[in-house]
C-alpha cells in the first residue's frame, strides 16, 4: 500500500492526520486494518495521506475495476457521501465525487500526475443511512443524512470531517454485533447498551444509555451518563448526569456537561458543566476558519473544538464553529463570581454585581418594572433578622 | 347561512367578538387545543351535540339567526371564544331544557376545574357560582330583540343554571419556599370544562387539562372496550402498570423499545427516540422526540421538533415549534419558534403570584408557578434568563450578547495562561478590567 506523505496538519491539534486518534487506533493504523478486512491486494491501492475508505467500499472499488486498469474511487454524489465534502479537496464532477484513493496506478507518479492520468470508477454501494433531524430554522438545511453501516469514504483536512466521519465508523469495530465489550468491565444491571463498542477496563455507571458509540478502555463513566453516536477515547472520565451527542473526545478527558453536542475535544480536556459550545445557527449555516478564511460548513448544526489539554471552566460560552487552541484555559471572569458576603445581605433579594453581592432593586434603573416589591416587602417585615445571618 | 335542517335537535349561534391574544396577536379561536384549533373543537362540539353551527358577526345577526330556528328547536349562542367540551354543552342541554325559564345561562359551581382556568376571564361572579356568556333559548320566541345593549341585557335577564360535574382532583405539592407551609395545586381530571380564552395563560392551563378532556374522554367514552382490554392485559392492579398499557397510539408511529409512556396520546407518524418517557401528555402527528426527551402533561404540537435530554413539564408547543430546553415548565411555545437548550425561562417566585400583562397592565394569575409565552416565530437563542408570566413577542430574536460569547479567538493564546472571556474574544485572568 503506498501513501502519498504530505506534511498537512490538522488545526488546532497540529497533529499529522496520520498520528490522530481514530477510534481504538491511529488513523494509519485503521486504515491499514480496513485494507486488510477488504481483501484487496494492498500493493494494488495508493491513498493520499488524507484519504480514508472503509472496507466494503474498497472491496466494491477493486470488483468494479478493470485489474491492470490505472482507476480513481469516486462515488454517486449522494446525500450522504456529499454531507462530508465541504472544506475538503473531494472533487465533484458529474454528479460524482472523486477520491484521492487510486488502484493499480503507477508507483511513482506524484499525486496531480495521479489525479490527471487515473480513469474515475463509480463505485456502487448500498448503504444504510439515518436522518437526524435538526431545528427548521435559518436558511440551511433541517436534516442531515449519516451512514450507519460504516461505509464511508471521506478527506480529512480539518477538525470537522474528523468530527463527523469517525462516530460514523463505529459499526467497523462491532461487525453487525448488538454490542463488543471488552475484558474486565464493569456494567451497572441498569445501564442500557445499543450498538455499543465498550474497550477494556471501563466502568459503567447505573442508569447509563450508550447507544452508537464506543467508549475506550480504562473509561469510567459515572450514574446517568448518556453516550449518543459519540466516540469517547481511552481513559474519559464522566461526571454525573453528563451527556454526549455526536461527540468526539481524543482520551483522558474529564468531562461532566449536562448537553455537549457536536463537539470534538482534543486529548486530556477538561470541560466543566457550565460551559457551553453553542452548537446551533439560526440564520445561516455554521462558519469556520479553514487556513485564516471563513468557509461555509453547509451545516445548521455544528459545536465547536477544544484542542489537547484545553481547561474550560467557568460558564465559557463558544460560538459556533470556533476551535480553541492546544492547552488554552478559561477561568472565570472575577467580577461576575461572588468573592464578598455582607451580612446586611440576608434581608432582602440581591444579585451579583462586581464580585459581590447588590439589593436587585437597586440594579434597577428608572423606569424598569421592580418585580422584587413583593419580597422586599416580606423581608422588611421580618422580625427576627438573626434567622438568615 | 342554510335553514336549518331536520336532522339537527338545535342550532348553536357563534358570536363573533375582538377579542385578540397577545403575543400571537391572532383571534383566540386560532388558539390550539391538542390537535386542533378552538374554532375546529366548536364544530365538532357542536356537530356532537347534534347541534347546527352558525357563526353571527353581530348581536342583530345572532338574533336573526335564533329567531330562523324551527318551533321544535332550541337555540344556543356561544361567544367564539369560548372553549366547551361537549359533555359540558349536553348537560347545559339537558339541564336547561328541564327548566321553567325560556332564557337560560351556563353557570358553574366553583370547583377545582373551574378555579384552574378563572383568574383573567371576564365571567359574572355571585358567591359560589360562576356564569358564562353561553346561552339556552328554549325556542325562536324567548330571543330578546336586537339593540345596541342586547348582550349585556341578556346577562341582567337570563336565569343562571347550574350545570352539574363530576371531576377527579389530584393534589400536586408544590416546591415550598422558604419556611412556609407546604401548598399543594388542586389538578382536575374532567371531561366537563368551558373556558372564555382571553389571554395565553388561558391556552396554557387549558391544554394543561388534555388529560383530563382528552385522555379520560379516549378511556371512558370513545374506546372503554379497548381500554378495558388493555388494563386487563397489565396483569396487575397497580395503576402504573395500567396507565403504562393505556397508550393510544396512532398509525406509522416510530418509537423505541426502551420509551416508556403512559397515560398518553400519540398521534400518527410520531418519532419518539430512545429513552423517552412521555407521561399524561398528548403528542400530534409527524411529532418527532429526540433521545432522553422527558415529556410530563405537556402538548406538542403537529410537526414540532422536542430535541435530545429536553426536559418539559406542562408545557404547550404549538405545531412546528423546535424546543430544546433543559428544562422547561408551565410556559407556551408559539406557532414555528425555536428555543435553544440554554433558555431559562424562570417559572416561579418567591413572594406573591406571578403578574402578566394583561388589558395594559400588570395584573395577577393568583399562580406562584407560571413561566412565560414565546410568539409565533420567535428565537430564543442565547443563554437568557426570562422573568416568568413575560410575553415574547412574534419574530423575536433573542441571541448572546455579543461581548458574552466567545466568537474570536486569538491566534497568540500562550499555553495554560488562565484566559477569561472579554468583549467577545479570550484575553489573559487580569486584563478584562481596563
Known amino acids: 500500500m503506498r501513501i502519498i506523505r504530505s506534511a498537512q496538519t490538522i488545526a488546532p491539534f497540529g497533529d499529522l492526520v496520520c498520528d490522530l486518534p481514530f477510534l481504538d487506533v491511529s488513523f494509519e493504523q485503521f486504515r491499514r486494518r480496513e485494507v486488510e478486512q477488504a481483501r484487496v491486494n494492498s500493493n494494488d491501492l495508493c491513498f493520499a495521506s488524507w484519504a480514508f475508505a472503509s472496507a466494503p467500499i474498497l472491496e466494491a472499488f477493486r470488483r468494479q475495476t478493470k485489474p491492470g486498469n490505472p482507476s480513481r474511487l469516486s462515488l454517486p454524489a449522494g446525500h450522504v457521501s456529499r454531507s ?64 450507519i453501516d460504516g461505509r464511508l469514504a ?28 471488552g475484558r474486565n468491565v464493569t456494567i451497572h444491571p441498569t445501564a442500557y447498551l445499543e450498538n455499543a463498542v465498550i474497550g477494556d477496563n471501563t466502568q459503567i455507571g447505573a442508569g447509563c444509555f450508550i447507544s452508537n458509540s464506543y467508549i475506550g478502555p480504562g473509561s469510567q463513566l459515572f450514574d446517568f451518563t448518556k453516550v449518543r453516536h459519540s466516540v469517547l477515547g481511552h481513559g474519559t472520565h464522566t461526571l454525573a448526569d453528563a451527556s454526549f451527542s455526536h461527540v468526539v473526545s481524543f482520551g483522558g478527558a474529564t468531562l461532566s456537561n449536562l448537553l455537549l453536542r ?43 473544538c477544544a484542542g489537547h489539554g484545553c481547561v474550560l471552566g467557568a460558564r465559557a460560552i463558544i460560538a459556533p464553529g470556533r476551535a480553541l487552541p492546544n492547552r488554552t484555559t478559561i477561568v472565570m471572569r472575577r467580577a461576575e463570581g461572588v468573592h464578598k458576603i ?34 422586599r416587602r416580606l423581608y422588611s417585615r421580618d422580625s427576627n433578622p438573626q434567622r438568615y445571618a | 347561512m342554510m335553514a336549518s335542517s331536520g336532522r339537527y335537535k338545535g342550532r348553536m349561534v357563534v358570536l363573533r367578538t375582538d377579542t385578540v391574544i397577545t403575543p400571537f396577536n391572532e383571534h383566540p379561536r386560532l388558539s390550539i387545543f391538542t390537535d386542533q384549533t378552538i374554532e375546529a373543537w366548536q364544530h365538532d362540539t357542536a356537530s356532537k351535540s347534534k347541534l347546527e353551527l352558525v357563526k353571527a358577526d353581530s348581536p342583530e345577526q345572532a338574533v336573526e339567526l335564533l329567531a330562523e330556528c324551527k318551533p ?45 382556568t378563572e383568574p383573567l376571564q371576564t365571567l359574572d361572579k355571585n358567591g359560589d357560582r360562576i356564569a358564562h356568556d353561553i346561552y339556552f333559548f328554549k325556542n325562536s320566541r324567548s330571543v330578546l330583540p336586537a339593540d345596541g345593549e342586547w348582550l349585556s341585557e341578556l346577562r341582567k335577564l337570563a336565569t343562571w343554571i347550574d350545570v352539574p360535574k363530576k371531576e377527579l382532583v389530584r393534589n400536586i405539592p408544590l416546591p415550598t419556599i422558604g419556611e412556609r407551609k407546604a401548598t399543594t395545586m388542586r389538578y382536575p381530571v374532567t371531561t366537563s370544562v368551558v373556558v372564555s380564552i382571553e389571554h395565553w395563560v388561558h391556552i396554557l392551563w387549558l391544554n394543561q387539562l388534555s388529560f383530563g378532556i ?9 374506546r372503554p372496550f379497548w381500554a378495558l382490554f388493555k388494563a386487563f392485559s397489565a396483569l396487575s392492579f397497580n395503576i402504573e402498570n395500567i396507565m403504562n398499557r393505556l397508550v393510544s397510539r396512532g398509525s406509522g408511529c416510530k418509537i423505541h423499545p426502551t420509551a416508556q409512556i403512559s397515560g398518553s396520546i400519540i398521534g400518527s407518524g410520531v418519532t419518539i427516540g430512545p429513552n423517552v418517557t412521555i407521561r399524561n401528555s398528548y403528542i400530534c402527528p409527524n411529532a418527532v422526540i429526540q433521545d432522553h426527551a422527558v415529556i410530563l402533561n405537556s402538548v406538542i404540537g403537529e410537526d414540532a421538533l422536542v430535541l435530545e435530554n429536553t426536559f418539559l413539564v406542562s408545557s404547550t408547543c404549538y405545531p412546528e415549534s423546535t ?18 437548550a440554554w433558555a431559562g425561562f424562570v417559572d416561579a417566585k418567591f413572594v406573591g403570584s406571578v403578574n402578566v400583562s394583561h388589558k395594559g397592565e400588570l395584573t395577577s394569575t393568583n399562580r406562584s408557578f407560571l413561566g412565560s409565552v414565546v410568539g409565533h416565530g ?57
Not at chain 1, 454501494?125 to 433531524?133: A, F, H, P, V, W
Not at chain 1, 483536512?157 to 453487525?176: G, M
Not at chain 2, 361537549?86 to 359551581?109: A, G, N, Q
Not at chain 2, 413575560?390 to 493564546?413: A, F, G, L
Request: proline residues 7%; negative net charge.
Open chain 2, 323 to 340: 424546543v430544546g430546553n433543559y428544562k422547561l415548565q408551565v410556559s407556551l411555545i408559539g406557532r414555528g419558534a425555536y428555543v435553544n
Open chain 1, 154 to 181: 471521506v478527506h480529512l483536512h480539518h477538525w470537522v470531517h474528523l468530527l463527523w466521519a469517525i462516530p460514523c465508523l463505529v459499526p467497523r469495530l462491532l461487525k453487525n454485533a448488538r454490542n463488543r465489550v
Open chain 1, 84 to 147: 462530508f465534502q465541504p472544506l475538503s479537496s473531494i472533487k465533484s464532477q458529474d454528479e460524482q465525487l472523486l477520491f484521492d484513493i487510486f488502484i493499480y496506478a503507477d508507483p511513482n507518479a506524484s499525486l496531480e500526475e495521479l489525479r490527471q492520468t487515473c480513469t474515475p470508477v463509480c463505485v456502487e454501494t448500498e448503504s444504510k443511512t439515518n436522518i437526524r433531524q435538526l431545528p427548521r430554522i435559518g436558511s440551511g438545511p433541517s436534516e442531515v443524512e449519516y451512514p
Open chain 2, 72 to 116: 321544535t328547536q332550541f337555540g344556543v349562542l356561544i361567544l367564539d371564544r369560548h372553549f366547551i367540551t361537549p359533555k359540558i354543552l349536553k348537560d347545559f342541554i339537558r339541564v336547561s331544557k328541564k327548566s321553567d325559564s325560556e332564557c337560560l345561562r351556563l353557570s358553574l359551581t366553583r370547583n377545582a376545574s373551574v378555579e384552574y
Open chain 1, 342 to 375: 455582607s451580612p446586611e445581605h440576608t434581608k432582602m433579594p440581591v444579585c451579583w454585581n462586581e464580585g459581590t453581592l447588590t439589593p436587585a432593586a437597586e440594579m434597577l434603573s428608572e423606569g424598569g418594572v421592580d418585580e422584587f416589591e413583593d419580597d
Open chain 1, 262 to 304: 457536536d463537539v470534538i475535544l482534543g486529548r486530556n480536556c477538561f470541560v466543566t458543566t457550565g460551559v457551553i459550545f453553542q452548537d446551533q445557527s439560526i440564520d445561516e449555516p455554521v462558519h469556520v476558519l479553514d487556513a485564516g478564511k471563513e468557509v461555509n460548513t453547509e451545516r445548521m448544526a455544528l459545536g465547536g
Open chain 2, 214 to 222: 382528552r385522555w379520560v374522554d379516549l378511556v371512558l367514552r370513545q
Open chain 2, 378 to 434: 420567535a428565537k430564543v437563542a442565547a443563554k437568557v434568563l426570562i422573568h416568568p408570566g413575560r410575553e415574547i413577542p412574534n419574530e423575536t430574536v433573542i441571541v448572546m450578547r455579543p461581548d458574552e460569547i466567545v466568537s474570536v479567538v486569538p491566534d497568540d493564546i500562550e499555553p495554560n495562561q488562565p484566559l477569561v472571556r472579554h468583549e467577545g474574544t479570550l484575553v489573559p485572568l487580569g486584563m478584562e478590567k481596563s
